[in-house]
């Protein structure tokens, strides 16, 4: 039993964090392939991104209350069948408002899947077993971004783009499975009454907010429907804000922020992540427009990062257990934004090892304070609190890299412009921008106890050894 804690169910955890981390950057590839079968332009076709996005944001809110209600087993199992009978739908679609309309219900699927998943895993796993168990989560995870693109690129070139959407069916039928056999379903035995106007309110800030933040990352420009979308989601959050402090059971409950290593996770980690969305977004974009690489020699490049993440997951909890999470937090805080900002050295004369060099190490540092990062936040928060928990911090990780990439591209187009060609230095600002953004989270850091999280690193036990010898 315990083994299956400590591996089973971090593993299963990651089938759902892998499908959709796939299915997402490899989209993005496909996307002139399906314009052309479906007889509409790439542009238009951008929609059936924002439309999982948006679907996301809007039910993400819900996901603690019905794990809670119904059980997490069955929702968690419930997500995955739906993000999988709609990835189905989406390779069998003849016409693009069907396309649309199944991306909108795998994006409920989704926003159900990942919270749930991790709710489910850090009421499986002993504090003290939690950052081995988030590393090994966290693990197959990032293989989805790693082969995304190039899988669709070949998928595309000896099949058809709609196995883009069908390679998931076996790893939800796995996941169902694996999630039947092994996941036991835990529920709250006292759950309070649904939160309607809670509910209302945050999904149409966090929609509108990513909306806006999409529209003006696409346009790259001051675009007035993204600007309206952007100011009539943070009014709504404003505005959802005031009702939770009024109300017995909120449906986000901003109570959670009285935890200091909650609140750190949250704002802190907001600000850091400002910058991992943006590297992504900046890297491919700067060697393909910048430099002239092809897709293929940029990817070749940039997989690094990927490497050196997966590297860092086996040696974090060692890391933290020697050092603890307010050390390892603030000045692994400088290291990371340090490489973000020498991104920005990168030029055409640039040697291709210096370049990975640089991205491998920006990989290996970001990693940790990733785990950091999400286990931390669980360090206070005890029984029905971690499905808010979880939901609050995947709303707050969704609108910081968005704005990571909203930022750099607002960066570019102040400094670049619209032109087809972007000159080297917009992306070199642009990397200096979100450095610094990221670099801003240290002081959030700076805040914590220098013995948060000691139970989780597992450092009180080290301590009480050196106490007895």
Known sequence: ???????????????????????????ATALPSIAASLHETPLRLHLIITSFMLSLAAFLPVSGWVADRFGARTIFR????????????????????????????????????????????????AKSELISAMALMGMPALIGPIIGPLLAGVLITVASWRWIFWMNVPIGILGIILVSIFIEDVREPDVKRFDWRGFGLSSLGLCGTL??????????????VGIAALVSGLIAILLYVFHARRVDNPILDLKLLKFPTFRVSVTGGSLFRIGVGAVPFLLPLMMQ????YSPIESGFITFVSAAGSFGMRTMSKQVLRRFGFRKVMIWNTLIASFFMLACGLFNPDSSRAFMMTIIFLGGVFRSLQFTALNTIAFAEIEGPLMSQGTSFSQMAQRLSLSCGVAISAFVLFLVGGEGSHMPVEAFATAFVVVGLLSGLSLFSFLKLAPDAGDEIAGRQQVRSRRFDR
């Open 1 to 27: 039993m315990a083994v299956q804690r400590r591996v089973i169910v971090p593993l299963i955890v990651a089938c759902a964090l892998f499908m959709q981390n796939l299915d997402s950057t490899a989209l």
């Open 78 to 125: 419930l997500a995955i069948a739906i993000f999988t009978l709609a990835s189905i739908t989406c390779g069998l679609t003849e016409s693009f408002e069907t396309l649309l309309l199944a991306r909108v219900v795998q994006g409920a699927g989704g926003a159900m899947m990942v919270p749930v998943g991790r709710l489910i895993l850090v009421r499986s796993v």
């Open 211 to 224: 909306f806006g933040l999409d529209a003006l990352a696409t346009h790259h420009s001051a675009d007035p």
């Open 289 to 292: 427009q910048g430099f002239g």
